[in-house]
């Protein structure tokens, strides 16, 4: 099983800074890695499919990097809207695997 | 419009049984590989099993595999998910999620507790 490691658990960022969130993966994933949102008592939302395609309705703002078992997902500037919890998922190996999270808050 | 409308959640006893039902519609659901999904209370996010058309192929996590199975009906629509000799380590909130988009339902509760 591929192990998804983010970091950092919490990030404390204030609106319109810069967000820089961290996936790991435990063996290399080629670009089978996605990235969701999820709000408090919401379903998760895709961000971001294969390292950098953003989904349908993304804003640019969102913007996905990386290959092989290190990946970005970063956020030029945050809108308030934008504070919730973030997770990977790959998709290159059975079983998928989802990283266990980070929380963008408001600082 | 892609929609997905899970049911069949609720409290059950440690060692019982639940059906989970995903109903679908706007999209070509036989062509389609669907995933289940679940999110424990307060916690992250956890891959359950997924069905895949191209070989009829089902997936199972560890921590399911010989006690969950995944099924559909192309005639409804529908994706299941049995779950069998469920434990208190399964309570959660059990969504279905459409391959390729990953659109997802609004989530089916289940308690597993004495």
């Known amino acids: 099983e591929i192990v998804l490691t983010q970091s950092p658990a919490t990030l404390s960022l204030s609106p319109g800074e810069r967000a820089t969130l961290s996936c790991r993966a435990s063996q290399s994933v080629s670009t089978s890695l996605a990235w969701f949102q999820q709000k408090p008592g919401q379903a998760p939302r895709l961000l971001i499919n294969?390292?950098?395609n953003r989904a349908t309705g993304i804003p640019a703002r969102f913007s996905g990097s990386g290959s092989g078992t290190d990946f970005t997902l970063t956020i030029s500037s945050l809108e308030p809207e934008d504070f919730a919890v973030y997770y990977c998922q790959q998709r290159s190996n059975w079983p998928l695997t989802f990283g266990g999270g980070t929380k963008v808050e408001i600082k | 419009e892609v929609q997905l409308l899970e049911s069949g959640g609720g409290l059950v006893q440690p060692g019982g049984s639940l059906r989970l039902s995903c109903a679908t519609s706007?999209?070509?659901?036989?062509?389609?590989?669907m995933s289940w999904v679940r999110q424990p209370p307060g916690k992250g996010l956890e891959w359950v099993s997924a069905f895949t058309p191209i070989n009829s192929g089902t997936y199972y996590a560890d921590s399911v595999k010989g006690r969950f199975t995944i099924s559909r009906d192309t005639s409804k629509n529908t994706v299941y998910l049995q779950m069998n000799s469920l434990r208190v380590e399964d309570t959660a909130v059990y969504y279905c999620?459409?391959?390729?988009?990953?659109?997802w339902g609004q989530g089916t509760l289940v308690t597993v507790s004495s």
């Open positions: 294969d390292v950098s």
């Open positions: 999620a459409k391959a390729g988009t990953w659109e």
């Open positions: 706007g999209f070509t659901f036989s062509d389609t590989a």
